[in-house]
């Protein structure tokens, strides 16, 4: 299948690579990448540091940070995060199960209020979905906005997706797919399936446009596995 990618070009790559050695034809279509940010490091140190994306890392590389924190303990959402975690070395890596609520819960399962905060290296935008259920259960916490999603969308996005005719794209932010059919003021004349990590990605997607499938796990070989799923069938 032709596979329209729509994350940045940096993880993008690597998508490609995976989509063709499942015999797909990716297109790069990248409609955000992230930028680093200036930040106000917390004068004392954070009990562990929370990420919810691999950007959190490299953006981490660019600033200068106050005190070493590489020992500290990390709560990654998923195995990307982690592995960037453990690439930026990082020792004590705690994967969550790839989505918000459920790094929430491994979080307050270790941690039942007081103590020092942990610190969230947090992109934006973002859903307050993670901060708002740990701060409803008493989590010390501090929030500092590492890196900026910044729109690179096309000039003429519907005139781009005539020509490049991708029969699937693929959705791994609530942001992307906002600035998707925000771009489109109709939708996509050519019939394309949408494939989305995540109920909450799928959810942004406009009621109108069918053909729409969700990974059973908010991981990348999930949303792999059911494209080829649907190429197959």
Not at 37 to 43: D, F, I, N, Q
Not at 128 to 141: G, M, N, R
Not at 156 to 171: C, I, S, T
Not at 201 to 211: D, F, L, N, Q
Request: charged fraction near 20%; include cysteine; hydrophobic fraction near 50%.
């Amino acid at each position: 299948m032709r596979v329209l990618v729509t994350r940045p070009a940096r993880g993008a790559e690597a998508t490609a690579r995976a989509l063709r050695r499942r015999g797909h034809d990716p297109i790069l279509l990248p409609l955000t990448e992230p930028h680093s940010l200036p930040v106000s490091w917390p004068e004392s140190q954070p009990a562990a540091l929370i990420a919810t994306s691999a950007e959190a890392f490299v953006a981490l590389g660019g600033n200068a940070v106050a005190a070493d924190i590489s020992s500290l303990p990390v709560y990654c959402v998923g195995r990307a995060t982690a592995a960037a975690a453990a690439d930026a070395g990082f020792k004590d890596c705690r994967i969550g199960p790839g989505d918000a609520e459920g790094l929430a819960a491994m979080i307050m399962q270790d941690r039942h209020g007081g103590g020092a905060p942990l610190l969230y290296l947090a992109g934006t935008p973002r859903l307050p979905t993670l901060e708002t259920i740990l701060k409803s259960a008493d989590v010390p916490l501090e929030v500092v906005e590492i890196y900026r999603m910044q729109p690179v969308l096309p000039s003429d996005l519907a005139g781009r997706l005539a020509a490049l005719q991708p029969e699937a794209v693929l959705f791994y932010s609530r942001e992307a797919v906002r600035l998707f059919f925000e771009a489109l003021s109709v939708p996509p004349a050519i019939p394309c399936d949408i494939f989305c990590l995540s109920p909450a990605i799928a959810a942004a997607v406009p009621k109108e446009m069918g053909r729409l499938h969700v990974a059973l796990r908010p991981e990348e070989g999930a949303l792999l596995d059911l494209l080829d799923a649907h190429a197959a069938s």
